[in-house]
């Protein structure tokens, strides 16, 4: 990868306002509060509440078809619950005037459409929209942030490039440097990692680090590599069935005890090499085979007693 393709360190703190000074911090936690979800009447979550540590990086993690999706587009406004409500910053969020959430959480969606003949300077600029007003229109500060956000995220060489020209990857980066444009203290991200080769993973999640550790931003992810999201949330939310099974840092919660209930693989977890954190080991094939024979096992015997007491 060219140095122009990766994400940039230094663009985190180059200009004379790189979003340290004026940011506005999270005076109240993101919270969903006894919510129940659910798409054309069919419940996803039931009774679910759950709390965003302010000044966290938070991952929510769980199988397939477990909620975690759905929880994020509920904290971030795009669905309403059928029950119990969400709170941003102390004032129920469905409630709020739209730019004024825009203007305070961010959102990367799982999926993303472009309008058609859109380049990606201009892609990235409608991030700019919720600070844009009658008596204040498109201003130098607006270029800057536009021109920072697509160093931030490697993608400036491509400004001029309309959006459906690009590869997956590269699309995935220039969303993410429009929600970056748009300067919130809270960003919501839901597989920011989709479509991106490991390297640009990598690049993509220690740019997210850095917006928390350097820039101090309340950061909710969706992640499904378990490892990524032990490595690098310092609050991670388990779900199952539309149910939290465990919440804490990732020290304190990922055994695999947990693996095996939230996912049902059978692994070892032991310490990361480079960071220390929890990784993930899966047992091998034959081992899982081997599982799976012994469960079998069991219910022939179960059948066998069964036909025995009944003749």
């Known amino acids: 990868m060219s140095a122009g393709s990766s994400i940039s360190r230094e663009s ?20 969903a509060d006894n919510v129940t979800l659910a798409y054309d009447q069919r419940v996803i979550a039931e009774q679910l509440s759950v709390e965003i540590p302010d000044n966290s990086f938070t991952v929510i993690v769980g199988p397939n078809a477990c ?8 904290l971030s406004r795009m669905l309403k619950p059928s029950q ?20 305070t959480l961010g ?20 991030g700019r929209y ?26 400036a060489e491509l400004a001029d490039r309309y959006v459906d020209e690009l590869s997956g990857g590269q699309r995935q980066r220039v969303w993410i440097a429009m929600a970056l444009a748009q300067q919130t ?29 350097e820039q101090g931003r309340t950061l909710v992810a969706v992640l499904h590599d378990l490892n990524h999201a032990a490595r690098y949330a310092t609050h991670l939310i388990a779900l199952r069935g539309g149910q939290i099974i465990a919440e804490g840092a990732p020290n304190d919660i990922v055994t695999a005890e947990l693996v095996e209930e939230v996912f049902g693989l059978r692994c070892q977890v032991i310490d990361d090499p480079e960071t220390g954190t929890p990784l993930v080991v899966p047992a091998a094939r034959k081992a899982r085979a081997g ?17 025995t007491e009944a003749s």
């Open 12 to 31: 985190l703190s180059s200009g004379p306002n790189n979003g340290l000074n004026n940011r506005r911090s999270t005076v109240n936690r993101l919270s």
């Open 67 to 74: 909620g975690k999706s759905t929880l994020l587009r509920a």
């Open 107 to 126: 959102l990367l969606p799982q999926s993303s459409i472009a309008p058609d003949g859109i380049t990606v300077a201009d892609l990235v600029g409608r």
């Open 185 to 213: 203290p809270l960003l919501l991200l839901d597989e920011p990692t989709t479509y991106l080769d490991i390297q640009h993973q990598i690049d993509v999640l220690d740019l997210c680090a850095e917006l928390h550790e």
């Open 291 to 307: 599982d799976k024979s012994d469960v079998q096992g069991d219910k022939s015997d179960v059948k066998k007693v069964v036909a």
């Open 84 to 103: 119990g409500r969400v709170l941003l910053d102390g004032s129920v969020i469905q409630s709020m005037p739209a730019k004024k959430v825009a203007r």
């Open 130 to 155: 919720p600070h844009q007003g009658i008596l204040r229109q498109w201003s130098t500060e607006d270029e800057r942030v536009v021109q920072e956000s697509m160093e931030q995220t490697g993608v």
